[in-house]
Nanobody
Framework: VQLQASGGGLVQAGGSLRLSCAAS????????MGWYRQAPGKQRELVAGISSTGSTNYADSVKGRFTISRDNAKDTVYLQMNSLKPEDTGVYYC?????????WGQGTQVTVSS
């Protein structure tokens, strides 16, 4: 199983980006899909998660600005990021949790300039 993340880049504060993460290979029963980020010198933190039923949760710092969604037919999770701030800068990782396993993507860089 491989997770391919895309959509990162350089954007000015106030701008938007949309991240995508597609899972390939044989995956059984995806439960939770999520996005994490790691800023320089900081620990990796949860940004947003979405369950198999569509329930979502967000870090307080991104509520109202970010939206997570998933396409179960494509085994893909998205993160729409609006009103970006410099403190959103970091490497964003997708994660897929199944009944029996846990997968991480390779990370995509998001840089927000002030």
């Amino acid at each position: 199983v491989q997770l391919q993340a895309s959509g990162g880049g350089l954007v000015q504060a106030g701008g938007s980006l949309r991240l995508s993460c597609a899972a390939s290979g044989t995956i059984l029963s995806i439960n939770v899909m999520g996005w994490y980020r790691q800023a320089p010198g900081k620990q990796r933190e949860l940004v947003a998660g979405i369950s198999s039923t569509g329930s979502t949760n967000y870090a307080d710092s991104v509520k109202g600005r970010f939206t997570i969604s998933r396409d179960n037919a494509k085994d893909t999770v998205y993160l729409q990021m609006n009103s970006l701030k410099p403190e959103d800068t970091g490497v964003y990782y997708c994660r897929v949790v199944t009944r029996i396993d846990d997968y991480w993507g390779q990370g995509t860089q998001v840089t927000v300039s002030s």
